[in-house]
């Protein structure tokens, strides 16, 4: 192991001073100049492998006793180690800044996700530069750097063409990236990005992002290995699993086919047996209470039992797919002679399971993050596409509380070790002796980054491109490798996420939880000074099973205490609980790109832009006016005019301007429920037209419905009534495209691919046309809750 060594405590390394040449000619110079090189990793350095799941929980994985069968997960956890007290954010881009960071995820201004972020200072969504990644350190010290998969860390006002792409995965240290910028992606038909250049893959038959990134990670170290073996590699490599949409091939959930028939009761004692058997909770472990209002399997009905032994069938199958896919990388350095010398870290969540599919879980998950329940009777006439790219499914609660065996509570919940506690794997031949071992000491996602460094033989930085760098939080695990008994070298930590929050510190924890992940709409209101504070020692009660608050009075009292220190110190105030409202730039207080623009035009070839990258044309009257071509050497002959001339959105919820056998149409589309179609009865005339869309919104609160009204060179052709519109956003997933519609169609009235416009679109102007209407509190009415 490599100690450090002078110098890399301020990355780049100044460059040093070239000698005095006193040759007048090169035939002169009596010595050669040593060649300039830049600065190498440490000669033992290993390769370093972070991996990310998303939102799997502590009972999911094979490795820690749970249903989901993980082979890869369970190699590396057999030749390396398993830590079973490693903590989260409970949110997915507030861990992953706290990973690439080594901070609390106040402290480097992520308080919530990039889409929840507001203006105050730990909750910007901003990374000071005072706080560099794991990436840029590596990087700088000679290492080569890769990213795959979902980054989720980029501010979205930065998303765009025109950047600033400084806070892109390239500009934060990787030398590639391969992947997606937001929460989620459509795993069928996938938006991507190479770099900071949108990318379309094929896809053909059989095509799935999961594989698809793994097959660019595979190339990418290969390559790296061939071109600069002398270097060391940090690969990193994030899968959109088992985050929502739920989306993997049929034959994935039928290896579970009736293996939780039994339900999520039965489904919690299994799994806390097998842990035991394994080890990785204690002998004495109990269940932790089930969550309050949630039912349990035998009180539902015969649909929605059907539907939910479906859900975890396809939750399984796309877990065990994305743990399969990771084997084949896993199998490309073994086959490169690198795997023993890799050090390879297996986060195996990003946070809890995700309890944001509600009571009954849902086909399309932006319907419940809207305040919308789908009614298990017509889910199940559904089922078989479960899955499939004809749904965007995400589970219930009840299978998310299993999940998490044999914790409280779920994602979002950060107050309970439910949403923050998940299994880690660490694996690393040359480093660790004690294969399948297990290590019990207390640690969080901060942590990494410090170990990481230890390995490499690096030193923390204090100045990172100019910029003083603020401490480092987390602590190294490294010490744990050799002592699976060693004391735990992090003695407190502090926990909050939408409001719940919590302290850990030596061994006992204080918490209190604000709200419930599957109410995300209209949460503001409830008093955080009314919330009651629950204590346990978690020395004598691993799984937080029995409150002790009335037995232990002053100690409640100092580790209240310890959590307003702790969130004073790392930016955790004022606290907020709101979720989909903040989805909302103007709400949510935050930068926003078009700096309150009324009116904006696009030109005929915009691509790939994000909704914050786009006028809000959600609860207010707008207009879209586009100029186009048809006919003569462009679109052909009169009636030709085909495709879509602009378009937001996509299956699951979204509005599109397009020509269906030349005559003009508007679409909107309210979360794949209800598609409402206006539709001219007359085909264009060859040349250029203004084709017109007023949208009359029908105010007195958020999600009203409103009147389209078509119009082609002024005069009106046609005009329908919407009755209810999206009111926080349409996808994490699909943009807005001029000329096409990428992704997947707004409506099925034209072709998924190959849907361009036919002819030209030379611009687009988006008006809003007054002010949008006066929050009503954040209360969307549930208008779909019976229909």
Not at 137 to 159: R, V
Not at 453 to 461: D, F, I, M, N
Not at 672 to 687: C, N, S
């Amino acid at each position: 192991m490599s100690e450090f060594t002078g110098g890399r405590y301020v990355l780049p390394e100044p460059e040093r001073p070239a000698g005095v040449v006193t040759a007048v000619g090169f035939d002169e110079q009596t010595e050669p100049f040593p060649p300039v090189r830049p600065t190498a990793a440490p000669a033992d350095a290993p390769n370093v492998v972070v991996v990310v799941l998303d939102d799997l929980g502590f009972g999911t994985s094979s490795a820690f006793g749970g249903p989901c069968r993980m082979p890869t997960a369970d190699r590396l956890a057999h030749d390396g180690l398993r830590y079973t007290r490693f903590h989260v954010t409970a949110l997915c881009s507030p861990t992953r800044q706290a990973l690439m960071t080594g901070r609390n995820h106040h402290s480097v201004g992520m308080g919530g996700t990039t889409e929840m972020a507001t203006s105050a200072p730990g909750y910007t969504g901003f990374r000071p530069r005072s706080a560099a990644t794991m990436a840029r350190t590596l990087q700088a010290n000679g290492y080569s750097t890769a990213a795959f998969g979902k980054w989720h860390q980029t501010p979205p006002s930065e998303i765009s063409p025109v950047g600033p792409f400084d806070r892109w995965p390239t500009g934060e240290g990787f030398d590639h990236f391969y992947g997606f910028m937001g929460a989620e992606m459509n795993h069928w038909s996938p938006l991507l990005y190479e770099g900071t250049r949108p990318v379309e893959p094929a896809r053909g038959p059989g095509y799935h992002l999961t594989e698809d990134l793994v097959d660019h990670a595979v190339d990418w170290v290969r390559t790296q290995r061939t071109m600069t073996p002398d270097r060391p590699f940090f690969t990193y490599l994030a899968f959109g699993a088992s985050h929502a949409p739920l989306h993997v091939a049929p034959e994935w959930p039928e290896r579970y086919r009736g293996a939780f028939d039994d339900g999520w009761d039965r489904q919690r004692e299994r799994t806390l047996a097998r842990q035991r058997e394994l080890g990785v909770v204690p002998e004495h472990t109990e269940l932790a209470p089930w969550a309050q209002d949630v039912p349990h399997w035998d009180e539902l009905g015969d649909d929605q039992r059907a539907l939910g032994a479906r859900f975890m069938e396809t939750f399984a199958g796309f877990t065990e797919h994305a743990d399969t896919q990771l084997g084949r990388f896993v199998a490309a350095l073994e086959e490169l002679g690198e795997l023993d010398d890799t050090l390879f870290v297996y986060l195996l969540g990003d946070n809890g399971a995700s309890g944001e599919g509600g009571l009954e879980g849902t086909l399309v998950e932006h319907r419940l993050g809207h305040g919308i329940v789908d009614d298990p009777a017509e889910m199940i006439t559904h089922l078989d596409g479960l899955g499939g790219p004809e749904s965007y499914p995400i589970a219930p609660v009840g299978w998310a509380l299993a999940m998490n065996t044999p914790y409280q509570w779920t994602k979002q919940v950060a107050s309970h070790f439910g949403g923050t506690r998940d299994g880690l794997v660490v694996h690393w031949p040359r480093g660790i002796t004690d294969r399948g071992g297990l290590r019990h000491q207390f640690h969080h996602v901060i942590d990494v980054l410090p170990t990481v460094l230890e390995c490499a033989g690096l030193p923390r930085p204090t100045s990172v491109d100019g910029v003083a760098q603020q401490p480092i939080e987390g602590v190294s695990m490294r010490y744990t490798f050799d002592a699976p008994d060693a004391p735990d070298r992090r003695r407190t930590q502090y926990f909050e996420m939408c409001g719940n929050r919590g302290v850990y510190h030596e061994g006992w924890t204080a918490v209190t939880r604000h709200g419930v992940p599957w109410e995300m709409v209209g949460t503001g209101g409830k008093s955080f000074r009314d919330d009651v504070w629950e204590l346990y020692d978690t020395r004598t009660d691993p799984s937080q099973a029995h409150d002790v608050a009335a037995e232990h009075p002053a100690r409640l009292a100092a580790l209240r205490e310890l959590f307003l220190v702790e969130a004073a110190k790392h930016q955790v105030f004022p606290l907020d609980d709101r979720v989909t409202e903040r989805e909302n730039p103007e709400v949510a207080g935050r930068l926003d790109l078009l700096g309150g623009r009324r009116s904006v035009t696009f030109h005929g070839r915009t691509r790939r832009l994000i909704e914050e990258a786009t006028p809000n044309v959600k609860n207010t009257s707008h207009t879209v006016v586009a100029d186009i071509e048809v006919g003569g050497e462009v679109g052909g002959e009169a009636g030709d005019a085909e495709g879509v001339v602009v378009a937001q959105g996509g299956r699951f919820g979204g509005w599109a301007l397009y020509c269906r056998e030349g005559r003009a149409c508007y679409v909107y589309n309210f979360f794949g429920l209800r598609v409402h179609t206006v539709r001219a009865e007359e085909p264009l005339t060859p040349g250029r037209h203004e084709v017109r869309m007023d949208f009359c919104y029908d105010g007195g609160g958020l999600g009203r419905g409103g009147t389209a009204v078509l119009s082609v060179d002024g005069a009106k052709v046609a005009s329908g009534v919407v009755d209810a519109t999206v009111p926080y956003y349409f996808s994490f997933d699909e943009t807005f495209d001029v000329g096409v519609d990428l992704g997947t169609p707004v409506s099925d009235d034209y072709p998924a691919v190959g849907n361009e416009f036919s002819g030209t679109v030379h611009t687009v102007r988006i008006d809003l046309c007054e002010d949008p209407e006066p929050d009503d509190g954040g209360r969307f009415r549930r208008v779909m809750a019976s229909q």
